[in-house]
Nanobody, 126 residues
Framework: QVQLVESGGGLVQAGGSLRLSCAAS????????MGWFRQAPGTEREFVAA????????YYANSVNGRFTISRDNAKNTVYLQMNSLKPEDTAVYYC???????????????????WGQGTQVTVSS
């Protein structure tokens, strides 16, 4: 089992940057695929990015590709989401998630992730 705690959210102007962190408990962090999802009010949870167990492979939603970067430090049990060129439509609660899924076509599905953090609010003003 793993527990996840996100941090780093806040209020930023459009065009600005934020770096989210997600700290995981337990000694098996490197055995999980890690993902970031987001949810705006009145919408379904949306996939943002995923990273493989070793960190060697990443996958992004089209809406953030080229602006966001996911990374992980297995020695620190932490996954990061660097968000640049933020837009008002990026406003949402951001969640990190851990899954035992294989690296493949299902990475964007929330059901592939068994563990979730409590979320951190990101608000981008225009």
């Amino acid at each position: 089992q793993v527990q996840l705690v996100e941090s780093g959210g806040g209020l930023v102007q459009a065009g600005g940057s934020l770096r989210l962190s997600c700290a995981a408990s337990g000694r098996t962090f490197s055995s999980y695929v890690m993902g970031w999802f987001r949810q705006a009010p009145g919408t379904e949870r949306e996939f943002v990015a995923a990273i493989s167990r070793s960190g060697g492979s990443t996958y992004y939603a089209n809406s953030v590709n080229g602006r966001f970067t996911i990374s992980r430090d297995n020695a620190k049990n932490t996954v990061y989401l660097q968000m640049n060129s933020l837009k008002p439509e990026d406003t949402a609660v951001y969640y990190c998630a851990a899954g035992s899924t294989a690296w493949g076509s299902r990475l964007s599905r929330a059901t592939e992730y068994g563990y979730w953090g409590q979320g951190t609010q990101v608000t981008v003003s225009s």
